[in-house]
C-alpha cells in the first residue's frame, strides 16, 4: 500500500490569492490525480497529474485556474489560482499504479476563501 | 456522466444486511469501492475487474455485473465502524476513476 500527505492540511485564503496544495507518496507511483470535494458531496476528478508532462485536465477544469506540476514520480503539486469564494472545498490528492490498481487517497486539504 | 448510486441513504441496527448498487452509462473496466467516513479521506475497500478478478476486504463482499455496468456492494451483519459514506469509482478505458453519486450508511446500536 501507498502512504500520502498532504501539505497544507487546512488553510484559509483572501480572495485573488493562490493555494499550492503539496502530495507526497511514499513509494514510486504510476498516476496521481487530484480530486475536489464539497462538503457532503462526491469527489471529482480535476485532472491527472503526468509525470514528466502536462496534467490532463477533465472537462470545466483549465490549466490557468489549476495549474499542477509531477517533477518525479514521488510528488505533485495542484495551484489554485485567483482564488473565489466558490473555491471553497476539500482537494484530495491519490495515487495508484492505474484503475486495475488500489488507488489511495491522502488525507486532504481544507480551503476555505474568504 | 457519474455513476448513480442507490440508495442515496441507509439506517441500520447493528447485526443487519446491506445492499449498494452503482450503475454507470459507460463501459465499465473496473469498479473500487470506497467507504469515508466524515472529515477522513476515502478508504479503499475493494476492486473488482471486467473478467472475474476481485481484490479486497475479507468481510465484504460485491458484485460485478459487465454487461449491465453495475456493481452491488454486500455489507452483511454490519457493525457500527460501517458507518459512513460509500462511493463506487468506476473504470473506463483510461487510467482515471469516476466516483458515484455516493451512499450514506448509519449504522445504530
Known amino acids: 500500500s501507498a502512504v500520502i500527505s498532504q501539505k497544507p492540511s487546512r488553510d484559509i485564503c483572501q480572495r485573488g490569492t493562490s493555494l499550492t496544495i503539496q502530495c507526497q507518496v511514499d513509494?514510486?507511483?504510476?498516476?496521481m490525480f487530484w480530486y475536489r470535494q464539497q462538503p457532503g458531496q462526491s469527489l471529482t476528478l480535476i485532472a491527472t497529474?503526468?509525470?514528466?508532462?502536462?496534467?490532463?485536465?477533465e472537462s470545466g477544469f483549465v490549466i490557468d485556474k489549476f495549474p499542477i506540476s509531477r517533477p518525479n514520480l514521488t510528488f505533485s503539486t495542484l495551484t489554485v489560482s485567483n482564488l473565489s469564494p466558490e473555491d471553497s472545498s476539500i482537494y484530495l490528492c491519490?495515487?495508484?499504479?492505474?484503475?486495475?490498481?488500489?488507488?489511495?487517497f491522502g488525507p486532504g486539504t481544507r480551503l476555505l476563501v474568504l | 456522466q457519474q455513476p448513480v448510486q442507490s440508495p442515496q441513504a441507509v439506517i441500520l441496527r447493528e447485526g443487519e444486511d446491506a445492499v449498494i448498487n452503482c450503475s454507470s452509462s459507460?463501459?465499465?473496466?473496473?469498479v473500487h469501492w470506497y467507504r469515508q467516513k466524515h472529515g477522513e479521506a476515502p478508504v479503499f475497500l475493494m476492486i473488482?475487474?471486467?473478467?472475474?478478478e476481485q481484490k479486497g476486504h475479507d468481510k465484504i463482499s460485491a458484485s460485478f455485473n459487465e454487461k449491465k455496468q453495475q456493481s452491488s456492494l454486500y455489507l452483511t451483519a454490519s457493525q457500527l465502524s460501517y458507518s459512513g459514506t460509500y462511493f463506487c469509482?468506476?473504470?473506463?478505458?483510461?487510467?482515471?476513476?469516476?466516483f458515484g453519486t455516493g451512499t450514506l450508511l448509519a449504522v445504530q446500536p
Open positions: 491519490s495515487a495508484g499504479q492505474g484503475a486495475r490498481e488500489t488507488q489511495y
Open positions: 513509494s514510486q507511483v504510476t498516476m
Open positions: 497529474a503526468n509525470q514528466g508532462s502536462e496534467a490532463t485536465y
Open positions: 459507460k463501459a465499465l473496466y473496473s
Open positions: 473488482l475487474l471486467k473478467g472475474g
Open positions: 469509482g468506476t473504470g473506463g478505458a483510461t487510467n482515471k476513476l469516476i
